[in-house]
């Protein structure tokens, strides 16, 4: 994959980045002309990829799995830096790219000001529910990964570390709010 992003692929869809995937059997497309186009696509980028329409993309893991599983899509490599068990036999972007990490996370959180007692028992079962069994599956099922539940102030310091990082990425993207 990485060797296809470097000679340049004709069509680079993001409709989230999670999974690089290519319609089974295709062979990217090589121009004679490197070109790297990155196109922000609708979430029709799945359907145009199996259709052929474009070469590869980078599909979140919900889209993805279900189709690599069915056999319609061929995974190149998983976008978080370590291997996931969703996909235990495609390797992680990072493993030949170093430092490549860019991999979705949900969290919840509630108005600042909320009392800590109501943060805290939020928390409490919040965690209850996510190591719950048939939760965990019910994830597995939707192609997300699990991670380990977390404190309050854990999960802050994780929004904390992450804020600067994606700020330098819209930044130097050129990203413009319309």
Excluded at 32 to 48: E, N
Excluded at 65 to 89: F, H
């Amino acid at each position: 994959m990485i060797d296809a992003i470097r000679k340049g692929l004709t069509l680079l869809a993001g409709a989230t980045l999670a999974i690089v995937a290519l319609p089974v059997g295709a062979q990217p497309a090589y121009p004679a002309k490197p070109v790297r186009l990155v196109v922000p696509y609708p979430p029709a980028a799945l359907t145009d990829l199996l259709a052929g329409q474009i070469q590869v993309m980078f599909a979140d893991a919900t889209i993805a799995v279900p189709n690599i599983k069915a056999g319609k899509v061929t995974a190149l490599g998983t976008s978080a830096a370590r291997q996931t068990t969703l996909l235990p036999a495609v390797p992680p972007v990072a493993a030949t790219v170093a430092g490549f990490d860019w991999q979705a996370w949900q969290g919840i959180v509630a108005p600042a000001g909320t009392p800590k007692e109501i943060v805290a028992r939020l928390a409490t079962e919040l965690q209850r529910i996510q190591a719950a069994p048939e939760f965990r599956e019910q994830l597995f099922k939707f192609g997300m990964e699990p991670s380990p539940p977390h404190t309050p102030a854990e999960f802050a310091a994780i929004i904390e570390a992450e804020q600067p990082r994606w700020a330098k990425a819209v930044r130097e993207s050129g990203a413009k709010v319309d």
